[in-house]
């Protein structure tokens, strides 16, 4: 499947993954970045995309340059993710102003197909495992953003004719994740002999490596579904069974403090998925198993680390 994709926050955490994923299936890969935006994550791939700087926010500009690289598809990932803040800051309604101004854009394209990256956060509260017809709930304003956004884009699409989809993902983790989220955190402390201090580890979240995350966002790309997709294992996993198996891997389960912090109140006891539509009609399943995600992930951290450690004993 060849085609002109265009993706937004293709630099960040989960969207370099999905850049990767795209150039490999032989798509024709056009990143939108910020200006100013770093882009080490994809830079290995620089001779086989078209990066081009853009803010969402400034429509007429913005407009111009999407009109002249002309994107058959979008994938949209670009939002506020700051850890700690994303789930009620201001910026998440900036991200619908720009989500608005991408489908204004996309209009001057020859583009009829869109992803629209959401959220488990949309789901109403639940105590088991919800698939893609539970209610709808928002309790935070990044996720209200986020499911208003996907409203926005259906209605666009059905107009047009266009076929529009939502993948939902749930809890990621894997290389290139922000260092101050719950696998960094635990891998980066008990490498360094740290104790390191958790809630008490009862939530239950639908772990699903990066580069997964990826494929699966391919795999809906790449067919003609709708609608809303659960990107997520279906495994609901104990937060305190990961922070422990990094531990046992490490060899340092001494170091964790279960329960030594107390929990959010954003903080539900369960966010896990049924991922009936990836997997039934769509036929996808993870490459990795917690585990081996989890060595992975501690490896690339220990290099990350270990050159970081080299390059500052080489600067002093």
């Not at 928002?138 to 993948?167: D, G, I, N």
Request: neutral net charge; hydrophobic residues 45%.
């Amino acid at each position: 499947m060849t085609m002109r994709v265009l993706i937004t926050g293709g630099a960040g955490f989960i969207g370099s993954h999905v850049v990767q994923r795209f150039v490999r299936a032989g798509c024709e890969v056009i990143v939108l970045v910020r200006p100013g935006t770093t882009v080490t994550p994809i830079a290995d791939l620089a001779d086989r995309l078209t990066i081009v700087e853009g803010d969402l926010r400034r429509g007429e500009t913005f407009r111009k340059s999407i009109a002249a690289v002309d994107p058959e598809m979008c994938v949209h990932l670009a939002w506020y993710t700051v850890p700690e803040r994303y789930l009620h800051a201001l910026e998440n309604l900036d991200a619908v102003e720009g989500s608005a101004n991408l489908l204004r854009s996309l209009l001057e394209t020859s583009c009829r197909r869109i992803l629209m990256v959401g959220s488990c956060a949309e789901y109403a509260p639940h105590t088991g495992c919800v698939d893609e017809n539970s209610s709808i709930s928002p309790r935070t304003l990044y996720a209200a953003c986020k499911h208003a956004v996907w409203l926005m884009a259906e209605q666009f699409a059905r107009r047009r004719a266009w076929s529009a989809a939502t993948p939902r993902i749930f809890q990621v983790y894997g290389p290139g994740e922000r260092s101050e989220r719950l696998v960094p955190t635990v891998i980066a402390d008990l490498l360094a002999g740290r104790r390191c201090s958790l809630t008490s580890g009862d939530q239950r979240r639908d772990f699903l490596h990066v580069e997964d995350v990826a494929d699966a966002i391919w795999a809906v790309a790449a067919s003609d579904i709708e609608g809303a997709v659960n990107i997520a294992s279906g495994v609901p996993t104990p937060v305190g069974d990961v922070a422990r198996e990094i531990a046992r891997q490490l060899a340092r389960p001494d170091l964790l403090s279960l329960g030594a912090l107390p929990a959010s109140a954003d903080n539900p006891p369960w966010l896990c998925a049924t991922p009936g539509r990836l997997h039934n009609a769509l036929g996808w399943r993870p490459r990795f198993e917690l585990a081996s995600g989890l060595e992975q992930t501690i490896e690339w951290w220990r290099r990350r680390i270990g050159d970081a450690d080299h390059m500052s004993a080489v600067s002093k």
